[in-house]
């Protein structure tokens, strides 16, 4: 009787066959500054965070409000 291959396994066949056809994942050095390239992206990235607020409360957790919501 053959096993029925676990999970990880089968994850770690297909992530093999991505690697084949991708190549391995890019690993910069993260120390290195970010690029900034003010592109249309990122300017509307911008855009969606400006209207967000971030909230923090005595006991540590964060979230993130909508500056438009009201109580």
Not at 14 to 26: E, K, N, Q, Y
Not at 44 to 50: A, N, Y
């Amino acid at each position: 009787m053959v096993s029925k291959p676990r999970f990880v396994d089968r994850f770690m066949r297909a992530t093999g066959h991505f690697r084949a056809v991708f190549g391995p994942a890019d690993r910069g050095d993260s120390t290195t500054q970010v690029v900034h390239k003010h592109d249309e992206a990122e300017l509307m990235s911008d855009e969606q965070i400006s209207e967000l607020e971030v909230e923090r409360d005595e006991q540590g957790h964060t979230w993130v409000e909508d500056k438009k919501h009201t109580d």
